[in-house]
């Protein structure tokens, strides 16, 4: 189906039989109540192109413009009355579907540090880490040191070293996809131990 079309396609109920009760055509007497129970209804559009009309009355919508949809009630003399309704198909404007938003899976994640994957004891370094692609839903990520007697990281990815050793610092994003980074601490050279 073309997007003009489905601007206007809509299918609408009428009741026209209500319709035809409400103009007087179909209203028994009392007297004939079991003779009306065997008339016949017949439905016809005027512009099919604008409105078609199913045998049960239901109306459907085909293009802009008018038409009238006809009520012919046959009675059981064979004498016939008729009604219609006129029917008035606009253009309206579209509605724009909200788009549910695609998942973008974590791929992989990055990371560097900076100034060096050595350290000595009571010095830090700096993780850089991002996830791929760059346009993943989840961005989060989570730091974590295998052995935090030697070195430990906070949540913004700062290493400071506390003792003489290697640990591992693993990057971590939301779905599992991780990075880990092999850091090694130094004892304080006595070198640079200064006395006043």
């Given at each position: 189906m073309s997007k003009s079309k489905a601007l206007w396609k809509r299918v609408v109920t009428f009741l026209l039989v209500s319709a035809l009760v409400f103009t007087g055509?179909?209203?028994?007497?009392?007297?004939?109540?079991?003779?009306?129970?065997?008339?016949?209804?017949?439905?016809?559009?005027?512009?099919?192109?604008?409105?078609?009309v199913s045998k049960k009355g239901a109306v459907t919508a085909k293009g802009i413009g008018s038409a009238k949809i006809t009520v012919t009630v046959t009675g059981k003399n064979k004498k016939k009355k008729s009604t219609y309704v006129k029917i008035n198909v606009k253009d309206k404007t579209p509605v724009v579907p909200v788009q549910t938003p695609v998942n973008v899976e974590v791929t992989g994640v990055t990371a560097s540090i900076s100034p060096s994957a050595t350290l000595s004891?009571?010095?830090?370094?700096?993780?850089?880490?991002?996830?791929?692609?760059?346009?993943?839903?989840?961005?989060?990520?989570?730091?974590?040191s295998s052995d935090t007697n030697v070195a430990v990281v906070n949540a913004a990815?700062?290493?400071?070293?506390?003792?003489?050793?290697?640990?591992?610092?693993?990057?971590?994003a939301a779905n599992g996809k991780y990075k880990e980074i092999l850091v090694t601490v130094v004892d304080i050279p006595v070198s640079s131990i200064t006395s006043d």
């Amino acid at each position: 189906m073309s997007k003009s079309k489905a601007l206007w396609k809509r299918v609408v109920t009428f009741l026209l039989v209500s319709a035809l009760v409400f103009t007087g055509v179909v209203m028994p007497s009392e007297e004939a109540d079991a003779a009306s129970a065997k008339k016949s209804v017949a439905y016809k559009s005027s512009k099919k192109s604008v409105a078609t009309v199913s045998k049960k009355g239901a109306v459907t919508a085909k293009g802009i413009g008018s038409a009238k949809i006809t009520v012919t009630v046959t009675g059981k003399n064979k004498k016939k009355k008729s009604t219609y309704v006129k029917i008035n198909v606009k253009d309206k404007t579209p509605v724009v579907p909200v788009q549910t938003p695609v998942n973008v899976e974590v791929t992989g994640v990055t990371a560097s540090i900076s100034p060096s994957a050595t350290l000595s004891a009571g010095t830090s370094a700096q993780i850089t880490a991002s996830v791929l692609p760059a346009n993943a839903t989840n961005k989060q990520l989570t730091y974590t040191s295998s052995d935090t007697n030697v070195a430990v990281v906070n949540a913004a990815g700062a290493v400071t070293g506390i003792n003489a050793g290697t640990a591992i610092i693993k990057v971590t994003a939301a779905n599992g996809k991780y990075k880990e980074i092999l850091v090694t601490v130094v004892d304080i050279p006595v070198s640079s131990i200064t006395s006043d």
